[in-house]
């Protein structure tokens, strides 16, 4: 199937661009009538004003909320828990004290004499964005642009059929706080950024050209050139800026393209070529942005949503290849300097849907930035814990930013504990796919121990032993009582259960598996026996809250109530029908009253979908990701019009979903497999057990199962009406059954 996102026509809109990145570096690709324009980005490119923040020692004021809350007066308990716990920043009333990542400017090349515009593609197999344009003389003039992976550099090449003449600029949006100056010679340009109080920061472009270089006020002059390369990097005073630009030395001459273009693509390809899912329908030849209208005028083009599902991976692998950053809302790619949001990292859904497909179609390895940045993040998370709640253990925030400060900052939004247990998962989720004993023992397990430290110092023991969470929230929701503020505070609320039982059943389990921590694990275990129920309202709803409270909002956008149907697989119809139910019938309530109005919203709502073995529903709101929320480079959208990189990484999940999913220790095959997707193959599917797959389907029908065996030595399979199968060996052994249907 194709794997190419190509345009007629030119756009010089950067929410229109075509994405590169390797991790460290990142640029948007905007190809206007006769200007290629790269706006670029570092991942450590963050203001740095407030680096060093830090907590006040809140914890002698929790016990009053908690009596506000045992009292039922949830609008005080809301307002003070705000008030003491809430923090000193945020969108709603204190100035934000989050970082916003920053752009570092748009390095541009304008063609003289331009006539017409052919092309530009995006190679989202080989990462490399491509455009040709005609001169008036008749000279073809291609540029190609790519992130390499071992230069870490940026690199733009142009080259002429015959000769052509342009001029290269760099600029920079105004910003009152940042000092800035820019030195051209004729081997390219350099560009010094220092942000008031801030970091400082520098962009190179070394060229190299076989025309005539000349300088015209700030711009650098090519006439008469067949090639240009322009060989960009850049470097922040977070390494240090003249340590980091020496680490990746200069491109030394153009005549080194075509080997960096081939390596660049070997490596690129070999990424992502660990996975595929086709489907065996002809490609639409058709250019991407009139695919996207005709879907929008009605038509059906299954292939398109599966090239939003490779786009989704071509992302991650471009935020994450040479990264130390895990994707923030935007992945790597940012053009304001006051972004929506900061840019930032949000713990409560956005940073997790990132990486949610992330294990499943083998690229483990790009989960590391996540792993690490949170492990950065865990000292002053322990710190966190003490000054804020009096607690052992490691707290988390519901948003930072690359310096992972653990203080709370949206205020009005903040007073939460179900960070840690959240990203805890995917923790969990990378040993499981590896079975690497190493990372549970010296990296997983601590943290574990960690979360589940806080939860018996946090959690309060009610009248008829049951632990109690509280002060309790339910991102990014509120019930009636509590005033204006965005979010209520309360008691065991059912997302902070359900993220308990979780985190509470990793650290146990890995206690055991590595035989340590005995008492601990005993006491872990009370605990989570003794965790609130699950409680089911009057209307068969799974509740948000801990009993029947009226929602200001039915139609609110999160969902987090629903996290026990997915990404957890607490609720699936094999071990807790009841809440099983409880969760897709609250599910369509939320549809029905207007929810899943933004793009990440409506890609958890596929996954949910998926999860509930509704194919029709994950097909309508994959859909609707395309129609409602993409721009025409396929990027998601958060209304009105803001780029949010979750929604595009969460449709790549939901698409797997349908395919393959993993709940009370079986893998499903085709659980919610669309009629429109008759015909198809996965390849390279990894799952828990580190088995890997490949599989294909005939008229909706399981053909062809593939299995080589990973550590765990079995595996559960079930699939549509047959019996489950269990699929035992060595690791490495290669299990084939055919017309597993039968």
Request: charged fraction near 20%.
């Amino acid at each position: 199937m194709q794997q190419k996102l190509w345009y007629k026509n030119p756009s010089d809109v950067w929410m229109n661009g075509l994405p590169i990145g390797n991790g460290r570096l990142a640029a948007m690709i905007r190809a206007g009538e006769s200007a290629d324009v790269l706006s670029l980005n570092h991942e450590w490119l963050w203001r740095s004003v407030h680096r060093w923040r830090d907590n006040q020692q809140p914890a002698d004021k929790l016990e009053d909320v908690r009596s506000l809350l045992q009292q039922g007066d949830f609008f005080r308990a809301t307002t003070l828990a705000n008030l003491w716990f809430g923090g000193m920043g945020g969108i709603s009333k204190l100035p934000s004290r989050v970082d916003a990542y920053q752009p570092a400017g748009d390095l541009t090349f304008v063609l003289k004499d331009q006539a017409a515009f052919d092309l530009r593609e995006l190679d989202l197999q080989q990462g490399v964005a491509h455009i040709r344009r005609r001169t008036v003389t008749g000279t073809a003039v291609e540029s190609h642009f790519l992130a390499h992976p071992e230069l870490n550099r940026i690199i733009g090449h142009w080259q002429g059929s015959g000769t052509f003449s342009g001029a290269v600029t760099f600029s920079r949006p105004a910003d009152p706080d940042l000092h800035e100056a820019l030195h051209l010679t004729n081997r390219g340009l350099r560009f010094i950024g220092r942000f008031v109080e801030g970091m400082t920061y520098t962009v190179t472009a070394e060229l190299h050209t076989d025309g005539v270089v000349s300088f015209e006020d700030d711009q650098i002059s090519v006439t008469d050139a067949t090639e240009l390369m322009l060989s960009i990097n850049l470097a922040t005073s977070v390494r240090g800026i003249d340590e980091e630009l020496a680490a990746w030395p200069a491109v030394v001459t153009r005549s080194v393209w075509p080997d960096l273009l081939q390596s660049h693509q070997e490596t690129f390809a070999a990424m992502m070529d660990r996975f595929a899912v086709e489907l065996d329908l002809p490609d639409n030849p058709l250019p991407v942005d009139e695919r996207i209208e005709a879907m929008r005028a009605g038509a059906a083009d299954e292939t398109l949503i599966i090239l939003l599902a490779a786009y989704g991976r071509y992302l991650l692998i471009s935020s994450s290849i040479c990264g130390e950053l895990p994707a923030n809302l935007q992945g790597k790619w940012n053009e304001s300097i006051h972004p929506p949001w900061d840019c930032d990292y949000h713990l409560d859904i956005n940073l997790q849907m990132n990486y949610w497909a992330a294990e499943a179609v083998n690229l483990s390895d790009c989960t590391e930035a996540l792993l690490q940045y949170i492990e950065r993040m865990a000292p002053h998370g322990r710190q966190a814990a003490h000054d804020l709640y009096g607690c052992r253990g490691v707290w988390l925030p519901l948003q930072t930013d690359a310096w992972g400060r653990a203080t709370p900052e949206s205020y009005g939004w903040s007073v939460w504990i179900g960070a840690a247990p959240w990203i805890a998962q995917h923790f969990w989720w990378h040993y499981s796919y590896t079975g690497d004993l190493e990372f549970l023992k010296n990296r997983a397990y601590p943290f574990f121990r960690d979360i589940a430290r806080f939860y018996v110092d946090y959690c309060v023991a009610d009248e008829s032993g049951t632990w109690q969470i509280m002060p309790s929230q339910s991102p990014e929701n509120r019930f009636a009582g509590t005033g204006l503020w965005p979010v209520s505070i309360g008691i065991s609320s059912a997302m902070d259960v359900q993220l308990a039982y979780d985190a509470l059943g990793y650290a146990i389990a890995a206690a055991r598996l590595l035989n340590v921590d005995v008492a601990d694990a005993s006491c872990w275990q009370q605990l989570r026996d003794h965790l609130p129920p699950f409680a089911i309202g009057m209307d068969g709803r799974l509740l948000e809250w801990e009993q029947e409270r009226p929602e200001v909002e039915p139609g609110h956008r999160h969902l987090s109530h629903l996290y026990g149907l997915y990404p957890s697989d607490l609720f699936n119809p094999e071990t807790r029908p009841p809440e099983y139910e409880a969760a897709v019938r609250s599910l369509d309530h939320r549809l029905a009253q207007g929810g899943g109005h933004t793009g990440w919203s409506r890609a958890w709502v596929a996954c949910l979908n998926a999860r509930a073995g509704r194919a029709e529903e994950v097909r309508n709101h994959l859909r609707g990701l395309i129609v409602d929320f993409a721009t025409e480079s396929l990027l998601d959208l958060h209304p009105p019009h803001i780029f949010q990189i979750d929604g595009n990484l969460g449709a790549t999940a939901a698409v797997i979903e349908s395919l393959a999913q993993n709940w009370n220790g079986k893998l499903h095959l085709l659980h919610a497999l669309p009629v429109e997707w008759p015909n198809g193959q996965v390849r390279g599917l990894k799952v828990p057990g580190g088995h890997s797959l490949n599989f294909s389907w005939k008229e909706g029908r399981l053909e062809q199962l593939t299995v080589t065996i990973g550590y765990a030595g079995s595996l559960v399979v079930a699939c549509q009406d047959m019996a489950d199968q269990i699929l035992q060996g060595k690791p490495g052994d290669l299990i084939e059954i055919e017309s597993c249907a039968h």
